[in-house]
């Protein structure tokens, strides 16, 4: 394949961790607002039942239409599901009530591992990145997710069951390789919530490097209350404080996305 045509399909990064509360949205959101920032057409597709990505972008349930749910299920093409967010270059297909029953319906649906991979692959796919944010399980949604991806970034919270239950992560997304995703790669993993006034934080990113070496980013995302507040104003953290260390370290965190997304294109 000439690379130009490698280029012109978007990059699929799933987010994922069958824990919740490891920063799983909050990356999704402000990695893809930083890679927005530098001019990357960017997706967000919020594959949470819950919807916190969509609300954490400024949309209220009562006003959002089609979503994911419609995307898996009843054929609504990706362009027409996305919704601008105030953010230029930052689109989102989000998370509607119905999405709850997904998991359960998923079971009996036909190709129902393929489902999302079916629905990207006849869509239009004007982005230059589509960003997945993966519901707290390894249920069939997050399979769905790493089925259609090509890479997944695993964000892990600095504490100390950080490594726990990650076997199982592995697990499932090496069985996504063999029996459905071949092409499927760990793009890295991301330490969040780090608190540098915590002996624990450091070993526990120690820990984690000792275990996945370079799969993990240099840019560590700190604990930071502005991050925690951005949510609830409907922003991404960049655009409600962009001087706080926790931008600042989603700002290096997509550097260093895109410094990898070149080497690959390279190598
Ligand atoms: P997940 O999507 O994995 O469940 P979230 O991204 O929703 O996790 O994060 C869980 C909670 O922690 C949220 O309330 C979020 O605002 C908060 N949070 C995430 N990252 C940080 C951070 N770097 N500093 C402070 N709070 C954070
Ligand atoms: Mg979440």
């Not at 071949?182 to 624990?200: A, C, E, Q, S």
């Not at 450091?202 to 925690?228: C, H, L, Q, W």
């Not at 404080?241 to 700002?251: L, T």
């Amino acid at each position: 394949v000439a690379p130009e045509a490698k280029m012109s399909r978007a990059r699929v990064i799933s987010v994922a961790n069958q824990k919740g509360g490891v920063g799983k949205t909050t990356t999704t959101v402000n990695l893809a607002t930083a890679l927005a920032a530098v001019g990357k057409r960017v997706l967000i597709m919020d594959l949470d039942p819950q919807g916190n990505a969509s609300t954490g972008l400024g949309i209220e349930r009562n006003n959002r239409g089609v979503g994911t749910y419609d995307v898996i299920f009843a054929e609504v093409k990706v362009e027409d599901a996305a919704v601008e967010t105030t953010v230029p270059n930052l689109w989102v297909v989000t998370s509607s009530q119905d999405l709850s029953g997904a998991e359960i319906e998923l079971v009996n649906a036909e190709q129902r591992e393929y489902r999302l991979r079916m629905a990207l692959a006849h869509s239009a796919l004007n982005y230059d990145y589509v960003l997945i944010d993966c519901p707290p399980a390894l249920g069939l949604l997050t399979l769905n997710a790493l089925v259609a991806s090509d890479a997944v970034m695993v964000p892990l919270q600095c504490e100390f069951y950080a490594l726990e239950g990650l076997s199982h992560l592995i697990r499932t997304i090496e069985r996504v390789k063999r029996a459905f995703n071949p092409g499927l790669d760990i793009h890295g993993v991301v330490l969040t919530m780090f608190d540098k006034r915590n002996n624990l934080s450091d070993m526990v990113a120690a820990d984690v490097r000792g275990f996945f070496g370079e799969k993990v980013y240099d840019t560590v995302i700190p604990r930071n209350v502005k991050v925690s507040e951005a949510p609830s104003h409907g922003k991404p953290v960049l655009i409600y404080d962009m001087r706080c260390p926790g931008s600042q370290a989603y700002i290096h965190l997509a550097s260093e996305v895109l410094k990898r997304e070149k080497k690959r294109l390279i190598a």
